[in-house]
Structure formats: structure tokens, C-alpha cells
């Protein structure tokens, strides 16, 4: 058997507050992703992951979708959708606050709720999105198989 090209997880903290272990939940929930969307692997690839602040992700939220607000997660693809996994693949920036908030109203551990963040936005780096409700059923579908393989519940279920 092969072993499969590297992939560099490079997480960046540009915030405090990130509890030191999120850097491990951060790289299996992307391997996770990976071994659960199958995407062809063609060599070496790079994904980075941005542990910033509310301030911070408004900021990139302004100047790259025009939305003037904090958002949970911001996935910035380098490669087109559903291209072979080869070189930088993108950026995901995470906002602490707006995390913990959410996990909060939805009754989650920030550690799940991260999760299911990071395997949404990598979903989104290698070409998933949610634009129609066909989209957003396979990526949901999509989610809710991979998180159920780390052991986390349905995000989606009512």
C-alpha cells in the first residue's frame, strides 16, 4: 500500500483565548473530511487554519463578502471546486467568540461545535457549498457523515 502525499495543517493563532488543543481538532477534522469526501490526492498540498477573534474575521468578512459582521467560520479556496488536492489549497479562519456563543445556544461543547466548523469550511475548500438546496443537502449529508465517524451528532438534526 502507498502512503498518501503529505498534507501540511498549518494552524496560526492571531488570538488569544484558543484552548492549545484545537490545533489536534483542527488536523482530524480535516483528515476526516478528507478520507470521507474521497477528493483525488495528487501530491503534496497545504491547507492553513486561522484561530482569530470576532474584530479580526469582521474585518475579513467586509473586505472579501462585502458583510460587515462576525462570522463563524471563512473558508478561502485556492484550488477550483472539486480540483485534485495538489499545492496551497486555501485559508479557513475561525472566529472564538461567535463559537463559543453558538455552542452555548446550541447546547454543544465549543470542541464539537469546532469540528463541525472546520469540516464544513475544508468542505467548502475542496468545492462544496450550500448556494441552492440541493448543494446544501449533499454538504449537509456530507457533514453529518463525517462528524457521526468522529463520534459527533447531526449538527443539522432538529
Not at 498540498?45 to 474585518?59: F, G, H, N, P, Y
Not at 480540483?83 to 479557513?92: F, N, Q, R, S, T
Not at 449537509?140 to 468522529?150: D, K, V
Amino acid at each position: 500500500m502507498t502512503a498518501s502525499p503529505p498534507l501540511e495543517i498549518a494552524v496560526i493563532r492571531n488570538a488569544d483565548g484558543w484552548p492549545d488543543h484545537f490545533d489536534a481538532i483542527a488536523e482530524k477534522a480535516v483528515l476526516a473530511t478528507l478520507a470521507g469526501a474521497r477528493p483525488k490526492i495528487k501530491g503534496a498540498a497545504e491547507i492553513s487554519v486561522l484561530l482569530t477573534d470576532d474584530a479580526e474575521q469582521r474585518e475579513l468578512n467586509a473586505q472579501w463578502r462585502g458583510k460587515d459582521s462576525a462570522t463563524n467560520v471563512l473558508s478561502f479556496p485556492q484550488i477550483e471546486p472539486f480540483a485534485p488536492v495538489i499545492g496551497l489549497l486555501g485559508d479557513i479562519t475561525l472566529a472564538r467568540e461567535t463559537l463559543e456563543h453558538e455552542a452555548a445556544d446550541l447546547g454543544k461543547s465549543l470542541e464539537d461545535h469546532f469540528t463541525h466548523l472546520m469540516v464544513h469550511g475544508f468542505l467548502h475548500i475542496l468545492g462544496y457549498d450550500h448556494i441552492d438546496e440541493a448543494e446544501a443537502l449533499q454538504m449537509e449529508g456530507l457533514e453529518t457523515q463525517i462528524l457521526a465517524g468522529l463520534g459527533i451528532d447531526d449538527p443539522y438534526a432538529e
